[in-house]
T-cell receptor
Framework: GAVVSQHPSWVICKSGTSVKIECRSLDFQATTMFWYRQFPKQSLMLMAT?????????EQGVEKDKFLINHASLTLSTLTVTSAHPEDSSFYICSAQPDYGAYNEQFFGPGTRLTVL | EDQVTQSPEALRLQEGESSSLNCSYT??????LFWYRQDPGKGPEFLFT???AGEEKEKERLKATLTKKESFLHITAPKPEDSATYLC???????????FGKGTTLSVSS
């Protein structure tokens, strides 16, 4: 149980284009999901907290107009990187917090490698 | 400010050589301490949740313990497949987001 998927697992795009990443909780409902970014050999950096049916809460320094988050259902959150540039290249990971069970437990997706040319 | 510090940054062990990883934390009202394992190019894999001092949890060769200031991840007789980065994270009373340490990269050679 507690499986989270991400799609795509990797994507290469041209500078200026937009890229959408999907995060799905496969066997549980999650009112709250999270989006992280990870640079090589560094730990996870929280970008935003996504709550179903409401606006996402962004961490300081994260541009909300550049990283659009939509949490339209209890099993799906999407991150759209708009007008992507090479500096947006990174490993993006989502996590989901089950509505049942232990407080604050999060289960992570496999990540999406974004490369912007 | 809430903070999580993991040590050592990197650890090299021989197969069968037991050791411990440390996670020190300062947090305003601990709501949980979490251990994850992360393999290169993959998302973190959940290992354990600890909630109160004195609590211990085990899974195969791994055992996690918690005190009021730190947590240890003990690895008994490690195997090469235990090689990974181990991440520690805490949840405070303010919200649901986790605060991560920088991780300990474990390499086990045969």
């Amino acid at each position: 149980g507690a499986v989270v998927s991400q799609h795509p697992s990797w994507v290469i795009c041209k500078s200026g284009t937009s890229v959408k990443i999907e995060c799905r909780s496969l066997d549980f409902q999650a009112t709250t999901m999270f989006w992280y970014r990870q640079f090589p050999k560094q730990s996870l950096m929280l970008m935003a907290t996504s709550n179903e049916g409401s606006k996402a809460t962004y961490e300081q320094g994260v541009e909300k107009d550049k990283f659009l988050i939509n949490h339209a259902s209890l099993t799906l959150s999407t991150l759209t990187v708009t007008s992507a540039h090479p500096e947006d290249s990174s490993f993006y990971i989502c996590s989901a917090q089950p509505d049942y069970g232990a407080y604050n437990e999060q289960f992570f997706g496999p990540g999406t490698r974004l490369t912007v040319l | 400010e809430d903070q999580v510090t993991q040590s050592p940054e990197a650890l090299r062990l021989q197969e069968g050589e037991s050791s411990s990883l440390n996670c020190s934390y300062t947090v305003s009202g601990l709501r949980g301490l979490f251990w994850y394992r992360q393999d290169p190019g993959k998302g973190p894999e959940f290992l354990f949740t600890l909630y109160s001092a004195g609590e211990e949890k085990e899974k195969e060769r791994l055992k996690a313990t918690l005190t009021k200031k730190e947590s240890f991840l003990h690895i008994t007789a490690p195997k090469p497949e235990d090689s990974a980065t181990y991440l520690c994270a805490v949840a405070n009373q303010a919200g649901t987001a986790l605060i991560f340490g920088k991780g300990t990269t474990l390499s086990v050679s045969s």
